[in-house]
Structure formats: structure tokens, C-alpha cells
């Protein structure tokens, strides 16, 4: 069965929210620095849910990572409410400068940023840096 078939099934039977979860984890404090601490990649999806940017790169997300299995397998994703944390310690840090910010993390390192980009041609080569 091919994964969006899977997740459109999973989505009418209400079962998807949890395993939107395992593949997307909500942004706490301390969390994007825990997962790094723990030699791992990261991408921060500054995200809010009023931002139709926002909505168009999910769907770009979502196929790339739908035709590329390897992004979830090597790769954190951690999706940050803009409204909640736009002011936090992890925004004012990365120097975000708006929603729909798009940020690829190994230690200490950026290794690439989007802002409002949609293109998937660019969001591909953002997730592969993290590979």
C-alpha cells in the first residue's frame, strides 16, 4: 500500500494524529538541544497554523518525505508554534525572522535555512543537506 494511501486510511479512521506525532514532534523548550546533544539532525519548521506559506510548505514536506523514507530515518523533525515561541530563546537564537522558516541543525552547525521558500527543488536540497 503506498504511504499516502496508508495515511489518508489512517486519517479516516482517526487513527493519524498518532503517527503524525512520531513523525513531527511539537516544539518544547529544550527540545531541538536535547535531540542535537544527542548527535542527531534536526530541521525546525517554524510553523504557524494561520500561514498559508506554512500549509504549502507541509504539503512539499510531506511528498518529499513520502518519496524519500531516508528524511524521517535520519532526520528530526521538530515543528515550533509561532505564536507561542516567535519571542523564545531557539527564535532569538537562530536569528528567525518570520514564520514559515525552514532550518536544518547537526551540533552546533546551521546547515541551511529557508524563509517562505515553497519551491520543492529548494526544500529537497535542505533536507538532503541534512543526509
Not at 503524525?20 to 523548550?29: D, H, I, K, N, S
Not at 504557524?48 to 512539499?60: K, L
Not at 513520502?66 to 531557539?90: C, H, M, R
Request: overall charge negative; charged content about 25%.
Amino acid at each position: 500500500m503506498k504511504r499516502r494511501t496508508l495515511l489518508a486510511t489512517l486519517a479516516a479512521f482517526g487513527v493519524l494524529p498518532a503517527f503524525a506525532q512520531a513523525e513531527v514532534l511539537p516544539y518544547t523548550p529544550g527540545l531541538v538541544q536535547q535531540h542535537l546533544d544527542a548527535g542527531e539532525t534536526v530541521f525546525v519548521d517554524f510553523y504557524a497554523d494561520w500561514c498559508s506559506t506554512c500549509r504549502a510548505q507541509s504539503r512539499v514536506l510531506d511528498q518529499l518525505k513520502a518519496d524519500n523514507p531516508e528524511y524521517e530515518e535520519k532526520i528530526t523533525f521538530i515543528q515550533v508554534d509561532w505564536d507561542q515561541y516567535s519571542d523564545g530563546d531557539l527564535a532569538r537564537r537562530l536569528e528567525i525572522p518570520r514564520r514559515s522558516t525552514l532550518v536544518m541543525l547537526r551540533g552546533d552547525m546551521q546547515l541551511g535555512r529557508i524563509v517562505a521558500g515553497t519551491r520543492m527543488s529548494d526544500i529537497k536540497a535542505l533536507l538532503d543537506a541534512g543526509l
